[in-house]
């Protein structure tokens, strides 16, 4: 019984945050980050298509999240979705090349900060598609 307690009281101190954070991907050409739950506040820094976020806790249709960096924002639940798989590169000079392997040729070279659709996974190599069209392969250690 004293477990039972316990339980329920720790549930009610933690309220509304998830027991592991869930993630959840932008899927608008722009989105507005706010420093809280509502149009009236203060826009902090805008996010393209496909950013992934780390959603911490849910205030009606906001949500609080943090993202690669460790920054946290408000975001409207109508600007993300669930089920849709993305990276973020996590250092700068990513080589994203034709095929999943250092032998495959480097189609092109991103910064830190990069958002990509992750379009399947081989192994330590993740086919990614950025909001441009832009498609290829990069290694898992690269990205958020």
Not at 103 to 112: C, M, P, S
């Amino acid at each position: 019984m004293i477990a039972v307690i316990g339980v329920a009281v720790l549930m009610i101190l933690l309220g509304g945050m998830p027991a592991c954070a869930e993630r959840l991907t932008v899927d608008v050409p722009v989105a507005k980050i706010r420093s809280g739950p509502g149009k009236n506040y203060a826009l902090l820094w805008k996010v393209e298509r496909y950013y992934p976020v780390s959603v911490l806790k849910q205030s009606g249709e906001w949500y609080y999240f943090t993202d690669f960096e460790g920054d946290e924002g408000w975001i409207h639940q109508s600007v993300v979705r669930r089920k849709l798989p993305a990276v973020i590169t996590a250092r700068d000079n990513c080589n994203v090349r034709s095929g999943p392997g250092t032998r495959f040729d480097i189609l092109f070279t991103v910064e830190k900060g990069i958002p990509f659709k992750v379009i399947r996974q081989k192994g330590d190599w993740i086919r990614i598609e950025h909001a441009d069209g832009d498609k290829g392969w990069i290694y898992k250690s690269l990205v958020w």
